[in-house]
């Protein structure tokens, strides 16, 4: 008989789960509570000491997606879906997932933690506040912040130049009103005067170097090395420099271990960091992927946005620095999704327009083709709509055949784990029955800063060419210069568009990228590209679900979905 599913908001599900104690996913992981620190009875940290003597012995599945639009993908759903269906198959798996920002809970996205009957819970503690490592990486960022004003204030020792200070504060809310800003003023007692501004705390070094970290002693050594500004003669000053570094990581200690929690069926799932991948690289901590690597047979993870960012800097970035290689990738896409690059109106989509589809094929196939390029596997993960119609389906089933890529269709949203098992025996029969696959990076350190950048943009976003600023070109001569042109490549790029624009969707063609400005991330390893007109602030939108966000009397969050 067919089981029936309710369908509910997503917080009244997660509301109405029965969660296993911590202690009970702890030991499905083979784990003690000598190994965990209790957060309450439903979430805990995991000592760094697991790791010692465990190989990583888990195969590793990478969830990317197309291009996002507004109809949306559900990448996090499918991620915590595939990872309930292997575990109904009777194959230990665990999730590797990055922690949610308060910035697009409250603005766009109201909630981050998978839908439906596919979620991690407790959904309200992951997408409001969670452990505090996000604000621990706030307080971290913004204590080096106030050390290099009272620096400056007190002498300036290392001859700082005010005017060349790269070092912003942060905040985890979207709030535009902060990203210029005027400070020290009010008189010389107040401190120097300066343009300075805010980020939001998951775009900061911090938060990157916490997710490449896999000790205390490389969180130190990589916090001392973040360059915050030059001096007057020039030359990078770092937070070694300031002798900053050991009370950033003191700040730290507890947010570098991550976070044990469950989903709906109680899977393990770590969550740990959050960096985004349109300003950032996207992936959850090196630490929770090997420790799920090291403590499960399976680990399914993901990255943010489309393949082009997350993706690519999970490959090109993370995989680099943690010396570890996904086994298969799915890419998520929906028919509405296809839609929309094709041309159709979000109020349009419910409609059916085969022609529009066909046309919007183009941009899963650019990202199919990208993974392709880092020799890996793809599996395509088609998140069912019901007013997806059968020759809808039809046209991507014929495509994904033509090209020979796997194709499931999946309902984890309205079925959880039992509504992602043909995708889990795909993902699975690929890993299990193929050779491991022959893994590439994209490009070599030792290329030039600008040939890397180039690969980048003519290999993964299509583009015929890349235009650089005046202030770019002089920044790689000075990057250059100082010995950092070797480092990897992380694009800040819009996440609406394989361009740098986020009006040109599907699969643009003929375009250039156009380089703005370059900053150096010295600790987290890599050097920032920002391209368009990408913000390391967000905004809220015209509407932000704050608006819809409340609590009762009785504690019960509301609005969060």
Same mark, same amino acid.
């Given at each position: 008989?067919?089981?029936?599913?309710?369908?509910?908001?997503?917080?009244?599900?997660?509301?109405?789960?029965?969660?296993?104690?911590?202690?009970?996913?702890?030991?499905?992981?083979?784990?003690?509570?000598?190994?965990?620190?209790?957060?309450?009875?439903?979430?805990?940290?995991?000592?760094?000491?697991?790791?010692?003597?465990?190989?990583?012995?888990?195969?590793?599945?990478?969830?990317?997606?197309?291009?996002?639009?507004?109809?949306?993908?559900? !990448?996090?759903?499918?991620?915590?879906?595939?990872?309930?269906?292997?575990?109904?198959?009777?194959?230990?798996?665990?999730?590797?997932?990055?922690?949610?920002?308060?910035?697009?809970?409250?603005?766009?996205?109201?909630?981050?933690?998978?839908?439906?009957?596919?979620?991690?819970?407790?959904?309200?503690?992951?997408?409001?506040?969670?452990?505090?490592?996000?604000?621990?990486?706030?307080?971290?960022?913004?204590?080096?912040?106030?050390?290099?004003?009272?620096?400056?204030?007190?002498?300036?020792?290392?001859?700082?130049?005010?005017?060349?200070?790269?070092?912003?504060?942060?905040?985890?809310?979207?709030?535009?009103?902060?990203?210029?800003?005027?400070?020290?003023?009010?008189?010389?007692?107040?401190?120097?005067?300066?343009?300075?501004?805010?980020?939001?705390?998951?775009?900061?070094?911090?938060?990157?170097?916490?997710?490449?970290?896999?000790?205390?002693?490389?969180?130190?050594?990589?916090?001392?090395?973040?360059?915050?500004?030059?001096?007057?003669?020039?030359?990078?000053?770092?937070?070694?420099?300031?002798?900053?570094?050991?009370?950033?990581?003191?700040?730290?200690?507890?947010?570098?271990?991550?976070?044990?929690?469950?989903?709906?069926?109680?899977?393990?799932?770590?969550?740990?960091?959050?960096?985004?991948?349109?300003?950032?690289?996207?992936?959850?901590?090196?630490?929770?992927?090997?420790?799920?690597?090291?403590?499960?047979?399976?680990?399914? %993870?993901?990255?943010?946005?489309?393949?082009?960012?997350?993706?690519?800097?999970?490959?090109?970035?993370?995989?680099?620095?943690?010396?570890?290689?996904?086994?298969?990738?799915?890419?998520?896409? %929906?028919?509405?999704?296809?839609?929309?690059?094709?041309?159709?109106?979000?109020?349009?989509?419910?409609?059916?327009?085969?022609?529009?589809?066909?046309?919007?094929?183009?941009?899963?196939?650019?990202?199919?083709?990208?993974?392709?390029?880092?020799?890996?596997?793809?599996?395509?993960?088609?998140?069912?709509?019901?007013?997806?119609?059968?020759?809808?389906?039809? +046209?991507?089933?014929?495509?994904?055949?033509?090209?020979?890529?796997?194709?499931?269709?999946?309902?984890?949203?309205?079925?959880?784990?039992?509504?992602?098992?043909?995708?889990?025996?795909?993902?699975?029969?690929?890993?299990?029955?193929?050779?491991?696959?022959?893994?590439?990076?994209?490009?070599?350190?030792?290329?030039?800063?600008?040939?890397?950048?180039?690969?980048?943009?003519?290999?993964?976003?299509?583009?015929?060419? +890349?235009?650089?600023?005046?202030?770019?070109?002089?920044?790689?001569?000075?990057?250059?210069? !100082?010995?950092?042109?070797?480092?990897?490549?992380?694009?800040?790029?819009?996440?609406?568009?394989?361009?740098?624009?986020?009006?040109?969707?599907?699969?643009?063609?003929?375009?250039?990228?156009?380089?703005?400005?370059?900053?150096?991330?010295?600790?987290?390893?890599?050097?920032?590209?920002?391209?368009?007109?990408?913000?390391?602030?967000?905004?809220?939108? +015209?509407?932000?679900?704050?608006?819809?966000?409340?609590?009762?009397?009785?504690?019960?969050?509301?609005?969060?979905?």
């Amino acid at each position: 008989m067919e089981t029936k599913y309710d369908i509910k908001s997503d917080i009244e599900i997660a509301q109405g789960a029965k969660l296993l104690h911590i202690r009970e996913i702890a030991a499905q992981l083979g784990l003690s509570e000598d190994d965990i620190d209790y957060y309450g009875r439903y979430k805990a940290k995991i000592s760094l000491d697991v790791l010692k003597g465990r190989p990583l012995k888990g195969k590793l599945i990478l969830v990317s997606a197309i291009t996002p639009t507004p109809a949306g993908e559900g !990448k996090s759903t499918t991620t915590i879906g595939l990872a309930q269906a292997l575990n109904k198959m009777g194959k230990q798996c665990t999730i590797a997932l990055r922690e949610p920002s308060l910035g697009p809970c409250f603005g766009t996205k109201g909630g981050a933690a998978g839908g439906g009957y596919s979620q991690v819970v407790p959904m309200e503690d992951i997408n409001l506040h969670f452990t505090g490592d996000i604000h621990a990486i706030g307080a971290a960022h913004n204590l080096l912040a106030a050390m290099i004003d009272n620096h400056i204030q007190h002498g300036n020792e290392l001859a700082i130049d005010t005017k060349k200070i790269y070092w912003k504060r942060a905040v985890d809310m979207n709030d535009r009103a902060l990203r210029n800003i005027v400070i020290g003023l009010g008189g010389s007692a107040h401190g120097v005067p300066r343009e300075s501004g805010f980020m939001i705390t998951v775009a900061s070094e911090v938060m990157a170097i916490l997710c490449l970290s896999e000790s205390i002693a490389d969180l130190k050594q990589r916090l001392g090395s973040i360059i915050i500004a030059e001096n007057r003669s020039g030359d990078p000053v770092s937070v070694a420099d300031l002798n900053a570094q050991g009370a950033m990581a003191a700040l730290l200690k507890e947010a570098l271990k991550p976070n044990l929690v469950q989903t709906l069926e109680n899977t393990p799932a770590i969550i740990h960091g959050g960096p985004f991948a349109n300003i950032a690289h996207g992936c959850n901590s090196v630490l929770a992927t090997k420790m799920a690597l090291a403590l499960s047979d399976y680990v399914v %993870t993901e990255a943010g946005f489309g393949a082009d960012l997350g993706a690519e800097k999970f490959l090109d970035i993370k995989c680099r620095m943690a010396c570890i290689r996904p086994d298969c990738v799915v890419i998520v896409a %929906t028919a509405r999704a296809l839609k929309m690059h094709g041309g159709v109106a979000k109020a349009d989509l419910k409609s059916e327009n085969v022609g529009a589809l066909k046309n919007g094929l183009g941009n899963l196939e650019k990202h199919i083709e990208n993974i392709g390029k880092f020799g890996l596997p793809v599996v395509v993960a088609l998140n069912r709509f019901p007013d997806d119609t059968g020759d809808e389906l039809g +046209v991507i089933a014929d495509f994904c055949r033509d090209i020979n890529v796997e194709l499931s269709i999946s309902e984890v949203w309205e079925k959880g784990g039992d509504g992602g098992i043909d995708l889990a025996r795909k993902v699975s029969g690929i890993i299990d029955d193929a050779p491991a696959p022959d893994f590439r990076f994209l490009y070599e350190t030792g290329m030039t800063i600008q040939e890397k950048i180039s690969v980048l943009a003519g290999e993964i976003y299509g583009a015929a060419g +890349v235009q650089y600023s005046k202030k770019a070109l002089k920044r790689i001569e000075y990057l250059n210069d !100082k010995g950092y042109g070797s480092l990897p490549i992380c694009v800040a790029k819009t996440q609406y568009s394989l361009s740098d624009d986020p009006a040109l969707i599907n699969r643009p063609s003929g375009f250039l990228i156009f380089v703005a400005d370059i900053s150096l991330s010295a600790g987290a390893g890599f050097l920032v590209v920002h391209t368009g007109d990408i913000m390391t602030m967000p905004g809220l939108p +015209v509407r932000p679900a704050a608006l819809d966000i409340d609590i009762t009397e009785n504690g019960d969050i509301r609005g969060l979905f």
